[in-house]
């Protein structure tokens, strides 16, 4: 069983940056492979980033690429989410999740993930 706690959100302006945090409880943590999520009002859920727990290979969504980045700290069980240059239509519900079998073909799929976060809120506007 996993616990996932996300923090880190706000109200920022566009332009601004945030850090999520998903702190993980378990003592395997390295071994799962690691995924942020978010849900805009009136919208489906939809892939952000992921981090794997072989290599540390990450992947992002097109609309984020270059702007967020994915890391983990397998010492504390938290991985991050830095959000850079945020624009109104980052604005969602930022969820984490957890899965010990996702693959670089299967992690774009919320489904794949077994464990969720409550989510944390991010609003980008002036």
């Known amino acids: 069983q996993v616990q996932l706690v996300e923090s880190g959100g706000g109200l920022v302006q566009p332009g601004a940056s945030l850090r999520l945090s998903c702190a993980a409880s378990?003592?395997?943590?390295?071994?799962?492979?690691m995924g942020w999520f978010r849900q805009a009002p009136g919208k489906e859920r939809e892939f952000v980033a992921a981090?794997?727990?072989?290599?540390?290979?990450?992947y992002y969504a097109d609309s984020v690429k270059g702007r967020f980045t994915i890391s983990r700290d397998n010492a504390k069980n938290t991985v991050y989410l830095q959000m850079n240059s945020l624009k109104p239509e980052d604005t969602a519900v930022y969820y984490c999740?957890?899965?010990?079998?996702?693959?670089?073909?299967?992690?774009?799929?919320?489904?794949?993930?077994?464990?969720w976060g409550q989510g944390t809120q991010v609003t980008v506007s002036s």
């Open positions: 999740a957890a899965d010990q079998i996702i693959t670089r073909t299967t992690l774009w799929n919320e489904g794949a993930y077994e464990y």
């Open positions: 378990g003592r395997t943590f390295s071994s799962y492979g």
């Open positions: 981090i794997l727990w072989n290599w540390g290979a990450t």
